[in-house]
């Protein structure tokens, strides 16, 4: 199951879906909305296998208006569930500033999709990073 998490620009479309048992999205405004849905993900966290973020722009000061300070929450978070992803997807430019913070997430054999710049999506593992 993927667990995409979608940056949207008004509060009033943030809360979450899930489709088919196949993907649960948690739609965000702010790093606070993603806090209001760890019942969520607590409640499939067994089922999660794809992690994805996306739905705006990328810099070197955020993620999909997740800042560096967000990302570490988030991921401590998602720690918290013993989550570990097969595949995390960053589809935003310049992600792969922050590919090295969600390492600690991936499975074993676990990859990073992510941008470099504005360039097409690159594939890095951190065994031979």
Same mark, same amino acid.
Request: with cysteine; hydrophobic share 40%; charged share 20%.
């Given at each position: 199951?993927?667990?995409?998490?979608?940056?949207?620009?008004?509060? /009033? %479309?943030?809360?979450? %879906?899930?489709?088919?048992?196949? $993907?649960?999205?948690? $739609?965000?405004?702010?790093?606070?909305?993603?806090? %209001?849905?760890? &019942?969520?993900? %607590?409640?499939?966290? =067994? +089922?999660?296998?794809?992690?994805?973020?996306? &739905?705006?722009?990328?810099?070197?000061?955020?993620?999909?208006?997740?800042?560096?300070?967000?990302?570490? /929450?988030?991921?401590? !978070?998602?720690? *918290?569930? !013993?989550?570990?992803?097969? =595949?995390?997807?960053?589809?935003?430019? +310049?992600?792969?500033?922050?590919?090295?913070?969600?390492? /600690?997430?991936?499975?074993? $054999? *676990?990859?990073?999709?992510?941008?470099? &710049?504005?360039?097409?999506?690159?594939?890095?593992?951190?065994?031979?990073?």
């Amino acid at each position: 199951m993927i667990l995409e998490l979608k940056y949207v620009d008004t509060v /009033s %479309e943030k809360g979450f %879906e899930v489709h088919d048992k196949e $993907k649960l999205t948690i $739609k965000y405004n702010s790093y606070a909305n993603i806090e %209001e849905q760890k &019942g969520t993900i %607590e409640r499939f966290k =067994t +089922e999660l296998s794809t992690l994805v973020i996306w &739905g705006t722009h990328g810099s070197a000061s955020n993620l999909c208006n997740l800042t560096a300070e967000d990302i570490k /929450s988030l991921v401590g !978070a998602l720690s *918290g569930f !013993a989550l570990k992803f097969n =595949t995390i997807v960053l589809d935003a430019c +310049e992600s792969a500033l922050y590919a090295e913070a969600f390492a /600690s997430l991936l499975s074993e $054999k *676990g990859i990073v999709l992510c941008h470099m &710049g504005i360039c097409p999506m690159q594939v890095m593992t951190f065994d031979n990073i």
